[in-house]
Structures are given as C-alpha cells and as structure tokens.
C-alpha cells in the first residue's frame, strides 16, 4: 500500500500561512481521493478538504473554503494544503488521508478513507 508522511505543521500567528505536504510512498497511487482531516482535542475528527484523483476537482469544508486550497504534484507524488489567513481556531493536528477503495461512505467522512499519515500539528496564536 500507499504510506504518507505529512510535514509543514509549526506555530504561527493569526492571519499568517502555512503549507502542509503529504508524501506518498511505496507504489504510484492509484485511488480515487487524497483527503485532508484535522483533530483537536475534545473534538471528533473533521473534513477539510479533498481531491479527486482522476481529475483534480477540489472540495472544501465551509469553516475553510476561501482560505485553504489543496493541489497536487503528480511527478512528486505529494498533495499539499495551502492555508491562509489561519485562525486560532484552525489549530489542531492535521491529517492528510487516502480513498483506495470504495466502501459506501462520503468524502466528509473519515471513515471513505483507508490510509492515512501520522499527522502533523498546526497552532495558531491569537
């Protein structure tokens, strides 16, 4: 199978960007979405962004649409989420996640994707 490795995580200040990067490893990915989710604590694992493989269609959660943008690399098999303007709100662990199989489940939920990388964290300060 495909491995991720995320990076790009740190602290920054409200208002300032990031950008995250998911590596993949071991075969050329063949799936059907590359996602990306994010944990805080206390707080269930949410969507925030995917891209479907085939053709590169881009679809956001609302709480980031307008500030992150997810792109991918082909040539270098990684993805990336781009985030502007972070909040402190933004801040949690952020995991990137791939949909190798079809299993009934939609791109919102964590459960549609069966790889995913270690995580990496984000803080925003206020």
């Known amino acids: 199978q495909v491995q991720l490795v995320e990076s790009g995580g740190g602290l920054v200040q409200a208002g300032g960007s990031l950008r995250l990067s998911c590596a993949a490893s071991?075969?050329?990915?063949?799936?059907?979405?590359m996602g990306w989710f994010r944990q805080a604590p206390g707080v269930e694992r949410e969507f925030v962004a995917r891209?479907?493989?085939?053709?590169?269609?881009?679809y956001y959660a609302d709480a980031v649409k307008g500030r992150f943008t997810i792109s991918r690399d082909n040539a270098k098999g990684t993805v990336y989420l781009q985030m502007n303007s972070l909040k402190p709100e933004d801040t949690a662990v952020y995991y990137c996640?791939?949909?190798?199989?079809?299993?009934?489940?939609?791109?919102?939920?964590?459960?549609?994707?069966?790889?995913w990388g270690q995580g990496t964290q984000v803080t925003v300060s206020s």
């Open positions: 996640a791939a949909a190798t199989a079809l299993n009934g489940y939609t791109i919102y939920n964590s459960r549609a994707y069966n790889i």
């Open positions: 891209l479907s493989w085939s053709n590169g269609n881009t």
């Open positions: 071991g075969r050329t990915f063949s799936g059907y979405a």
